[in-house]
């Protein structure tokens, strides 16, 4: 894989998967850079307050405290259409439950849903399905 994404954020609350997906996506040279945020909270907060860089992509977990993945789904569907931004919401859980699954596409924002671990082929796949036809 030659090209990379400028930005995939990271929605985990467990620091073990987020150390490991955001060195497989770093290891891997698969994007500039790279946000982790440890609560659907605070991905919330930096999504509205527009930070830079903005995400292409967000990998987003279920089963957090304090706001689900659920919740930051339904919160994000709230948004001002000029607070929505054009990432890629990708579920990425440990979750094999096929009603999460399908619980997943009832936003239709949500592209796809994976389970974890994120490794380095996965993210292609994610990568060609998705931005194929974005990279340069």
């Known amino acids: 894989m030659s090209h990379k994404l400028n930005c995939i954020m990271l929605i ?3 620091e073990d998967d987020n150390f490991f997906h955001e060195k497989a996506i770093v290891d891997n040279h698969l994007a500039e ?3 982790v945020k440890n609560s ?12 830079e860089p903005l995400s292409d992509l967000i990998l987003l977990d279920i089963n957090m405290p304090v706001m689900t993945g ?6 994000y569907n709230q948004l001002e259409k000029e607070l929505e931004h054009k990432a890629i ?3 990425l859980s440990t979750s094999i439950n ?6 997943s596409k009832t936003w239709n ?6 389970t974890k671990p994120l490794t380095k082929e996965k993210m292609e796949i994610i990568i060609d399905k998705y931005f194929k036809n974005f990279l340069v």
């Open 98 to 103: 096929n009603i999460d699954v399908e619980k």
């Open 89 to 91: 919401i990708i579920m």
């Open 70 to 75: 659920w919740e930051f789904l339904d919160e």
């Open 12 to 14: 985990d609350d467990d």
């Open 33 to 35: 850079t790279v946000i």
């Open 109 to 114: 924002f949500v592209s796809d849903y994976i």
């Open 40 to 51: 659907a909270r605070k991905a919330l907060e930096y999504i509205k307050a527009k930070t």
